[in-house]
């Protein structure tokens, strides 16, 4: 059984010869692929994932817009801003929908398809995942918004609240009609984002993202689908009040699972959503990769594979990406856990 046959099976609750595991969202950052070219001899982020031997391979928008737009920063992968950095936003005191409007948004032009075909013929045994970047609905407002102005908006002006998710839908959907067409020809999977979770809540409700978030990521997710592509849903955090609202609109798999957040313990989780919901993630990185031993991740490992184990859904990757504290052999360690795991 190859890797895209491994994953496909694994998002669809069949069996397979070995879980399959990836590095979370294909990333290969700058410490990790100094320890394996200290170690190894390896030079770029593609051999590190060759040799671990991952079973993803991402894939992500061409830019072809001006050089390095502001606005442009908002659907730019991997770029996410913290919470203090979006104290006060640009549109904090917008209270007319032409405000939100006249805002210099990103024109979904700038986005385009990358080459599917290339990146299949360069990995025919992988399963291949549609990375438009980082778009998110929740997470642009809190941007645009301001953190708190973003979350009195929703209660004290609705309406101007949602008219700024409608704009940021519009975009999305407008990127997504033009590349998924091209995408759905060779990649398996695709991938969408948000946050709107700390490790202990969800930061706005779970009735307020039903109303202002799920109509519009139902949406996004209803087009992938059509074109044939299973849904990677991307929010760190404690998420579990939202999980049911995600299957239902057809999402296949929560990715980040973080099993230190509240609720999302792998027995538990394993128990209520599975054979209903995949999980990717699982191996936490703010102590089990970072100061752990790679006896210790092994352990883990094997300890979420074995809470799935009666319903499958599982894949094993790190649960965050990018932490210069995550060692590099405990990452080995990670992968070569899964193919030392054996079912009691």
Same mark, same amino acid.
């Given at each position: 059984m190859d890797s895209r046959q491994r994953v496909l099976r694994t998002l669809r609750f069949e069996a397979t010869d070995r879980p399959p595991y990836d590095l979370m969202e294909g990333c290969v950052w700058p410490e990790l692929l100094e320890y394996y070219r200290q170690n190894y001899g390896l030079e770029t982020a593609d051999q590190v994932l060759d040799f671990l031997d991952?079973?993803?391979?991402?894939t992500f928008l061409e830019y072809l817009g001006p050089p390095a737009p502001p606005a442009?920063?908002?659907?730019t992968a991997g770029q996410a801003a913290s919470s203090k950095a979006v104290a006060v936003g640009p549109l904090a005191h917008a209270s007319s929908l032409a405000?939100?409007?006249?805002?210099?948004?990103p024109d979904p032009a700038w986005f385009g398809p990358a080459d599917y075909a290339l990146a299949r013929l360069r990995w025919?045994?992988?399963? +291949?995942?549609?990375?438009? $970047?980082?778009?998110? *609905? #929740?997470?642009?407002a809190c941007e645009l918004f301001g953190m708190q !102005?973003?979350?009195?908006k929703m209660m004290d002006e609705p309406e101007i609240f949602e008219a700024l998710v409608q704009r940021q839908h519009a975009i999305v959907m407008d990127i997504l009609e033009r590349a998924a067409p091209a995408a759905s020809r060779y990649c398996d999977l695709a991938w969408?984002?948000?946050?709107?979770?700390?490790?202990?809540?969800?930061?706005?409700?779970?009735?307020?993202?039903?109303?202002?978030?799920?109509?519009?990521?139902?949406?996004?997710?209803? +087009?992938?689908?059509?074109? $044939?592509?299973?849904? *990677? #849903?991307?929010?760190?955090?404690?998420?579990?009040?939202?999980? !049911?609202?995600?299957?239902?609109?057809?999402?296949n798999a929560l990715l980040?699972?973080?099993?230190?957040a509240r609720g999302l313990d792998a027995s538990s989780i394993a128990q209520e959503f599975g054979g209903k919901l995949a999980f990717y993630g699982g191996i936490d990185v703010q102590h089990t990769l970072s100061s752990g031993t790679p006896q210790e991740v092994e352990q883990?490992?094997?300890?979420?594979?074995?809470?799935?184990?009666?319903?499958?859904?599982?894949?094993?990757?790190?649960?965050?990406?990018?932490?210069?504290?995550?060692?590099?052999?405990?990452?080995?360690?990670?992968?070569?856990?899964?193919?030392?795991?054996?079912?009691?």
């Open positions: 991952t079973d993803f391979r991402w442009a920063k908002l659907l405000e939100i409007e006249a805002y210099p948004w025919p045994d992988k399963a +291949l995942v549609f990375c438009p $970047g980082w778009m998110p *609905l #929740f997470w642009t !102005p973003a979350m009195t969408l984002g948000d946050d709107f979770a700390h490790q202990q809540n969800m930061l706005i409700s779970p009735a307020l993202w039903r109303r202002f978030i799920k109509p519009y990521l139902a949406e996004q997710v209803s +087009l992938l689908r059509r074109h $044939g592509m299973l849904v *990677l #849903f991307h929010s760190c955090g404690a998420v579990r009040p939202v999980l !049911p609202d995600l299957a239902e609109i057809g999402v980040v699972f973080q099993t230190t883990a490992v094997h300890a979420n594979l074995r809470a799935f184990a009666g319903c499958g859904g599982y894949i094993v990757a790190n649960s965050h990406h990018t932490l210069a504290s995550i060692r590099g052999e405990n990452i080995t360690a990670m992968c070569q856990a899964v193919k030392t795991f054996k079912h009691e």
